[in-house]
């Protein structure tokens, strides 16, 4: 079967400036967690731009679930990002809305009944660990406690795929660790996830594939790696980033 | 397992397109609601423009209802030929009388003519110089004013071909002016309501515009989230619907309201021309009209603003 995004050297420029990307050639398999690394400004957000639609690849192919995304029309994006879920760095919640409303929005947008968004609502807010927090205005909650909102909105109407851009950025050690966790978990009952990431401490042991992009290219540490080499393959790049392109 | 995990009860897509309806309109009068001063400013400002065509075509139609009533004391002037003596033409008079469709006509002698002109040129005495009378006998037909205008013209005209008669002169070069300023008039407010349109539909459209733009980062987010250029577009359209629909209210209190201060002010100036003329306020079609073009333009308004600035906000 083939892979849930696949790029087939995917070259990319923004107007104006020079390859951010150069022949990048990637396929996550369905059901796979893959964890995308690169020092600031190697083309992570980027990259996950290109296989959201926000941006069009300069060169190359790119195909999510089957479909060329040549293919998609304008009036076709849409419906094309109600299969995947995304998470930013900056949560992106509206902060006039209750935690309730925020989560339920991809819903509304589907047409769901009320009876079947507060079910599904409240089932997504209790993966995240937020029951209870209903009510509460984004304003009101921890950086992790957001992010987590941001999560749970994205998962509600079960997608098959998550895209995660700097899930973690805006968090401490500790609920970056939560967060990762999260994605886990999800990971093991059938979702497809990939996250751009800083945070190399959080992820470097992990059983998941680790792929880096630099100076426009993806290199792949292929096997779970112990300790030590895993440190040595990365050592430019900090252990934890606090949040050096905070929102 | 792609297929199991994507969302399976899909609800059908009448149901969701009407859910999807109630919802925009319990969202975006709740937001109208939230901010009831802005939301009345707009609707005020919407309701004069709109109260300003609509007031002057119900100026307008009372004026012609009352040009109408005028008509009525409409008369015809038969100079008879000098050959036709005074008991002939006292004759005359009074058989035209008898016809249907004429409520008077007078015979006036040569003498008497004059007698009345004296009296009203102002010339008075100075006539007497002239040596003999120049004015004809006349009879001067009043029409019964409940006769339609095309049966009066009938009746004139024969009137005219009567072998006594030289020549007629209605009495209605006046009326021929009126009607021709009234046109002018119902011309004027028909390109000042086109232009009052265009104001509605700019001030809608800027209040949608607003709207968007203090609305952006959660279209942002919709947009991330995979809505569809539709249900984003949805609450503007309704929103812009609303306040047509606010306007028209207010516009139609307006013109009423104006009805009532000026009927006093009508009525007397109705009386100075003999005609009863009572004020009449929005008729039932004008206030269809009112609420049809207010509505069309509110939506209108919104449509062509959330057209022009929706793509424009696109998440980076
Ligand atoms: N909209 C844009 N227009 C022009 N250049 C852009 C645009 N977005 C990003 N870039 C440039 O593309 C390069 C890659 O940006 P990108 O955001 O993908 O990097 P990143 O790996 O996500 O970095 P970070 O870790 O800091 O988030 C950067 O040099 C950036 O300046
Ligand atoms: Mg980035």
């Not at chain 2, 975006?28 to 009831?36: E, K, S, V």
């Not at chain 2, 030929?81 to 409520?103: E, N, P, T, Y």
């Not at chain 2, 009234?182 to 509605?200: D, K, M």
Request: charged letters at 20%.
């Amino acid at each position: 079967m083939s892979g849930i995004i696949e790029f087939d050297n995917v070259s990319h420029r923004y107007p104006g400036g020079q390859d951010i990307l150069t022949d990048v050639s990637f396929t996550l398999k369905r059901g796979e967690l893959a964890f995308l690394t690169g020092p600031s400004g190697a083309g992570k957000s980027t990259f996950l731009k290109l296989a959201a639609l926000l941006v069009r690849p300069t060169r190359g192919k790119i195909t999510v679930d089957g479909r060329p995304l040549s293919e998609i029309r304008r009036g076709q994006i849409p419906a094309y990002r109600r299969q995947f879920g995304m998470i930013f760095q900056n949560f992106n919640l509206l902060q006039d809305r209750t935690v309730f409303d925020n989560v339920a929005m991809p819903l509304l947008i589907r047409g769901h009944s009320g009876e079947d968004i507060g079910r599904r609502v409240r089932a997504s807010l209790d993966a995240v660990g937020l029951r209870g927090k209903e009510r509460a205005y984004p304003i009101t909650l921890s950086g992790g406690e957001q992010q987590r909102v941001g999560i749970a909105r994205a998962v509600v109407a079960k997608p098959m795929l998550l895209l995660a851009d700097e899930p973690t950025g805006n968090l401490d050690p500790h609920m970056a660790g939560e967060v990762m966790q999260l994605f886990m978990r999800f990971n093991e009952v059938g979702v497809s996830v990939l996250v751009a990431t800083h945070a190399l401490a959080l992820i470097h042991r992990l059983p998941h594939r680790i792929l880096r992009l630099d100076g426009g290219h993806l290199s792949e540490r292929d096997e779970a790696p112990s300790v030590d080499t895993a440190d040595e393959a990365f050592d430019d790049e900090p252990p934890f980033d606090d949040g050096e392109d905070a929102a | 397992m792609s297929a199991s995990r994507r969302v399976s009860t899909q609800p059908s897509w009448t149901s969701r397109l009407a859910l999807d309806h109630v919802r925009a309109i319990a969202a975006t009068l709740a937001q109208l609601r939230d901010r009831p001063l802005s939301t009345l400013l707009t609707a005020f400002v919407i309701g004069i423009t709109l109260a300003l065509p609509a007031g002057l075509n119900t100026l307008l139609r009372n004026l012609d209802t009352a040009s109408g009533g005028l008509q009525g004391t409409l008369r015809a002037s038969l100079f008879l030929k000098d050959a036709v003596d005074a008991a002939a033409g006292a004759d005359l008079a009074r058989q035209i009388s008898k016809r249907s469709g004429v409520s008077e006509a007078r015979y006036l002698s040569r003498e008497q003519a004059l007698a009345e002109f004296k009296a009203h040129s102002g010339f008075g005495e100075a006539l007497d110089i002239l040596k003999d009378n120049p004015l004809p006998a006349v009879i001067v037909v009043t029409p019964d004013p409940r006769q339609p205008q095309a049966e009066v013209d009938a009746l004139f005209k024969t009137l005219t071909t009567l072998p006594e008669v030289e020549t007629t002169k209605l009495d209605r070069q006046w009326l021929q002016r009126l009607y021709a300023i009234l046109q002018l008039v119902e011309r004027s407010v028909l390109l000042v309501s086109g232009l009052l349109a265009l104001a509605v539909l700019v001030v809608i459209g800027n209040t949608i515009r607003l709207d968007i733009e203090s609305r952006r980062e959660e279209i942002v987010v919709l947009k991330l989230i995979g809505a569809s250029n539709a249900f984003i577009r949805r609450p503007f359209l309704y929103t812009g619907l609303w306040y047509g629909l606010a306007g028209a209210v207010l516009a139609c209190l307006l013109v009423a309201s104006a009805g009532v201060f000026l009927s006093d002010s009508a009525q007397q100036l109705a009386g100075l021309y003999g005609a009863q003329a009572q004020l009449s306020g929005l008729s039932s079609d004008a206030v269809l009209a009112v609420f049809g073009a207010a509505l069309l333009l509110g939506w209108l308004g919104a449509f062509w603003t959330v057209s022009r600035h929706l793509s424009a906000i696109e998440p980076d």
